[in-house]
């Protein structure tokens, strides 16, 4: 009779316990010690009954605020499931206004040129033997999986101790140093803001768009208002920000407030005013430049507290390697 010692020396046999080891390793791994997280999904991925809730709530928000972009944004994110979601509510509107319901489809109708009420075929189920090969996909990612895992993810994990600061950790570092020093418009005679933050863009965040929500100390809520890239220069990774793009949404204004906040190279290479234009009120950024955006109710008030260029290959003062705005909001009855 062979030994379990003698059983591990054959080929087969390793390979079976090799195989074995590498699924539980990959499971206990992927779901107790590192499991699968989303964030900023879209609602696409959504249950059916969820995007039809998310479908309620974005008609109830597109009768308060009447933004068609927004409307036709918030559309688009639930996909293919888009129609179906609207068809449903359509149906039940538990109390909804049929009349709105009716003017957000007909923006739909106008701006996609598409009917709401036509189910997308690409919404549809597939059936058959769609399950099973999900099941095999799930089978074999679980292997490679748990041999990624097996052979470099301590590697990774060391790599992580080490140290490594990420542009969003740098970012965070920045706001939260410049936050210690933030303007006191109380001690200058100017009523406190409803809110005040500090944002700061880092040379290799290219997902940087920052947003904050407007509520009243009683919870109201007033708006929104943020930052984001609105162009960039040249090819390659980090991607090289030209322009910032900053915002303020009232939701008692039909239109959101926006203004571009350019290098100095892009402020006076007309090809790049051209482009940017439409977005809106085209501002030079300099130390310590003050940019007001108004609506209806609400003033948003931006200081440049930093601004540092890159000094790669390419056109002077032409791209940012950190800008840090202090962004402050006040309703306009505050400052009558």
Known sequence: MNSPLDLLKRPLVAAILALVAGIIIGLIWGWLIQPVTYSDVTPELLRSDLQVDYMRMTIDSFRVNRDPNLAVQRWVSLGPSASSAFVAVKKDPRGMDPAVIDAYGQVIQTVLKIDPMKQSSAAQPSKGSGGIVLLISLFVLLLVGGAVGFFFLRPLLAKRSSGEVTPAMQATAVNREAAKSKTNFESMGVAPPITQNMTTYVLGDDLYDESFSIDTASGDFLGEYGV?????????????????EIWLFDKEDIKTA????????????????????????LVQVEPQKQVMLETQTLQLLATVVDLQYGNGAMPEKSYFERVTLELAIWRKADQQ
Not at 228 to 244: H, N, Q
């Open 228 to 244: 984001g890239v609105s162009e960039t220069i040249g090819v390659g990774d980090p991607k090289k920000v030209t322009a910032l």
């Open 258 to 281: 926006t203004k571009v906040l350019m290098s100095a190279h892009a402020f006076n290479d007309p090809g790049s005013r051209s482009r940017l234009e439409a977005k809106g009120e």
